[in-house]
Every structure is written in structure tokens, then in C-alpha cells.
């Protein structure tokens, strides 16, 4: 899969390798954001209390539920209108300039923090001790709404995916801003690139409206998915995306 690393330049690659994380601009319209947002407030409201559940019938995600944020869940096989989150040629250019030529997607999953919450620790993504300039996790952050340093955006720590080491280790409250930290500010419709060993988390939202994002979340090829996309993919997903995505979701 480096042949998606023409979709991006030389200083973006720079970029991603040195801070830990790459602006690709906006790459949805204001049309497909809002077909998003639509379809999502569907799915809020049909699945309702159960939102989310396939999170908990995963053992490798270790916060399936939050109680200050909603959440969704497994939306590969819940409208074409999230194909593209994970078959974007340039995200899939920034995912393999972190994981090299062999990964896959582990989860496509939505997350909006509620008003008055969201907050996250600092944290990593990967549990393990990471060797260094080897890399297992990648994300890719959706904005459905407008990132401000007000509404919960995410905030990231620059350069600590080399640090091989978790916020606990050397913060003595990795709940606090750190003096190095930075906060996603962009329009919606923006995507993020993080290499996911980087110190991040959610901050709190300060306005009476939820922060809506889908996180785009790869892994390498030897790791597990945190949803298997074997259990859960439909025939009716097979027979939309072409072969290049039935590779990635690794069925």
C-alpha cells in the first residue's frame, strides 16, 4: 500500500515523522458532512440505549463506553456514506507513512463529546512497549463539526510518538494540559492524521452543543482488529466496496 504515498509530499511525510501528526486539510464538502451528520442522528436514534455495544464485545479497546460522549460503532456496515473514511487515497498515504506497506482498518467508530464533558486523560493507543521507529497504531480524525479550543477538540503532545513511553510514566497527572500540548482547531469537514503513540486525549466541551467526529482507526497487519471485521461484515457491504477495501478491512 506505499504506492498511496504519492497522495502525499515530501514535507507532509516530514511532517507526520517529526510531530507525530499532519493536517490533510478538508476533504469532505459541506454536502457529505451534513449526509453524515444525518445518518448518524439516525443511527443514534434507531439504536438508541445499545449504541456503541459492539465497543464492549471487544477485548481490545479498553474504554468501550464513555460517559461523556456518545458513541457508534462498526460503521462499515452501516451506510456507503462512510466508504470514505477509511479509503481515502491521502489518508491511506499518511496511514502508511506511520505503518509501513502492510495494515489494515481495526475500527471505523463515531465519538461526539456532550456539552459540559469529553474530557480525556492523556494516553496513548498502543499498550505495549514500542520499539523505537516502529509503529503498530494509526488514527484518523474526522471533524463533523468545527474544532474550536472551546468544544472538546482534540489535543495532542508533538513528538512523543518517539518518546516509546505513556503520558502515567512521566506526568504526574496526565489529566492536566501539558506545556507542549496542542489543540486540533479546523472547519469541519477537516481530517487529521496521528500517528496514535503521540500523547492524546479528548478536552472538555464548553458550549451547550455535542463535538461530533469519526475516528478512522488503522493497525498493522500482525495486530488484531479492536472490531473483527470478519465477524461483522455483511453481504451487502461485500458487494459495494471494491477489492482494494475488502483488503484493508481484512476480510
Known sequence: MLIYLSMLTKEEIEILESQGYLSLGKLLTDAQVKAINDRI????????GSAGSELAESKYIRHPKEEGADRLADLVNKGEVFDIFYTHPRV??????????SFKLSSLNYRAAKPGLGHQNLHVDWGNKMVEGVYKVCNSIWLLDDFTE?????????????????????????????????????PAGSVF???????HGGTTNRTDKPRRSIHSYFC????????????????????????????????
Open 92 to 101: 491511506l498515504a499518511g496511514i502508511a507513512a506511520v505503518l509501513g506497506a
Open 41 to 48: 442522528d439516525a443511527l443514534m436514534l434507531n439504536e438508541g
Open 193 to 199: 492524521i496521528f500517528n496514535s503513540h503521540a500523547w
Open 150 to 186: 472551546n468544544n472538546g477538540a482534540t489535543r495532542i503532545v508533538p513528538g512523543t510518538h518517539k518518546l516509546g513511553i505513556a503520558p502515567q510514566e512521566k506526568m504526574e497527572d496526565p489529566s492536566l494540559p501539558h506545556p507542549d500540548e496542542i489543540i486540533i482547531t479546523a
Open 220 to 251: 498493522t497487519s500482525d495486530q488484531p482488529q479492536q472490531i473483527d471485521q470478519k465477524k461483522y461484515i455483511t453481504e451487502e457491504t461485500k458487494q459495494r466496496v471494491g477489492k482494494e477495501a475488502l483488503k484493508i478491512l481484512d476480510v
